[in-house]
């Protein structure tokens, strides 16, 4: 392949390639389609309309591109190759470039620890918080739309902390919009059908259980799942009532993007009170046309330089050996890196799928907790269209398909007052199951059962088709394997601890590891401060604990977890006649 035009016109794509170095269009071919970001390849359009693929090296080497996202694009790791056998050594080694990750390696330099490296699969920083390009405004520019992380949630409060992540945000002046998610229309497939009342029995059901939440952990109650506890509520739809459904998928699957029958009552309660009750109810969709990222972005560039060799992009980890005197992470590229401590901040997803090998194998006390823990995902689906056919006075349209739930039940306008205005946008959010489903399914397929859908919604209305669509597909994203984390029921904070703990030299952070705050992005942030405050009081010998822990170094373990039955309570008494088979 060469690196010229046939015609040898190289000038015509310099605004194409150019762009490359905007975050905003870094995941977008000519043709609107998405490419991974696995930063290898750039696209170009020839004159003919085919589509070819340059080497990113050499386009740097031209026009002089040396960042994305405002740092260093620097794809190889600067010293240790596979053909010399030496590895590139450095006191801690981060892995993954997420919020986790900058905020630990951000907590390390205020600690006067400068000797880190950032090890991030992806060709930019952010993690999950990512974005792309996305249709067109009226001047030919894109608009650019989050894939993952939309909204700062939990802000607004008066007499309580700041979220850090609304902090974040107006440090770095993020354009957010304001989400009312009371502001509801409601449809099924004959169109246009109020049944808003239901969100008034759902909301007076949960009134009545909140109580019982808090007491789960309070008293050291049976945990039960979302499901059970709002039936004692007065909260049981019908699995033939689509609308009530429609409802409870909407208030209860999505915060946690799982079956309410999987989530526990008790640590979604404390997660709920925590974030909204702690730092406000609001919730603020991010508009912002940098991205969510830029405030990750943002931090990062408070101690790294512009083309800075501890920032290592497009460089994925495939095996971690550890031990209590050191880690050692070995590259696909052949490269290796030697740390004397090292912070794992992969998503739960990538740790359940062994997308990387540990040697030794991790602990089973370690090994449960990771598969303990569930991955949710929550895939949002963009379409552009030519007009905006839906009402322009609401932020969300409920959908209860009449025989299949959580099928395309949500969608919500971008084009609502405050936000992308004028831009015809309109999203729809499928998770768990049915989010699965749409990852096999093509565009083309995807986009037809949803146009479907609409037609339901608006009977009458001639619908076109829309002019941009897509999704992301997390579950086939090597670096991510899914959205974010949840609290099943049926599992103990001591098995969270474990998910936690380090094991010898090599520790762990992330939202996941989050017990106030998993699934949240400011979970991530406590998480990435509190672990890189602790490795660097290991090297400095003393101890630093931002959350008041008692105990300095290594982080509690439980080898053992005991359930809630002895055996010597498998009685007649208690309807357990015989003891146990075995």
Sequence with gaps: MTNEDDDGTLGRYLLLLINLSD???????????????????????LKSGEIK?????????????????GLALQGSVAQGTAQTGTCRHTTVAILGGGMAGIIA???????????????EYQDRIGGRVNHTAFGQKADGTPYVVELGAYWVQGAGGTNGPVNPIWTLAQKYNLTTALSDFTSVQTYDHTGAVDYTYLFDEYNAASDKVSEIGSNILKDNLQDMNIRQAMALGGWKPKVDDMAAQAVDWLRGDVESASPVGESSFGFSTSAGAFTFGQFGPNNFLVTDPRGYSAIIEGEAATYL??????????TQVTNISYSDTGVTVHNRDGTCITAD???CTFSLGVLQNQAVAFNPE?????????????????????????????????????????????YYPSFQSLDAPGFLEGSNILFVTVLAEEAYRVERLSDEETQTEIMAVLRQMFPGTRIPEPTAFFYPRWNKAEWAYGSYSNWPLGTSLEMHQNLRANTSRLWFAGEATSSQYFGFLHGAWFE?????????????????????????????????????????????ENGWPGGLPY
Aim: charged share 20%.
């Design 53 to 69: 693929k340059w080497d990113n090296m050499y386009l740097q080497r031209l026009l002089g591109i040396t960042t994305l996202s």
């Design 105 to 119: 390696a951000q907590a390390l330099h205020n600690q006067s620890i400068s000797d880190f490296v950032i090890v």
């Design 528 to 572: 990435g401060r509190e672990a890189g405050a602790q490795i660097a009081g290991l090297i400095q010998g003393h101890c630093t604990n931002v959350t008041g822990e008692e105990e300095c170094g290594g982080r509690k373990y439980h080898e053992t977890l005991a359930g809630t039955t002895p055996s010597t309570a498998y009685t007649v």
């Design 305 to 314: 330089k512009r083309n800075d060799t501890r920032l290592l992009l497009n």
């Design 341 to 343: 401590y090292a912070l």
């Design 23 to 45: 975050p905003g269009k870094s995941n977008l071919d000519p043709t609107g389609k998405h490419v991974a970001s696995q930063g290898s390849v750039a696209w170009l359009g």
């Design 362 to 406: 991790l602990p089973m006390w370690k090994r449960t907790a990771i598969q303990k823990f569930t991955m949710g995902t929550y895939t949002k689906i963009f379409m552009q269209f030519n007009e905006a056919f839906w009402p322009a006075d609401s932020q969300n349209l409920l959908y209860a398909s009449p025989d299949r739930r959580g």
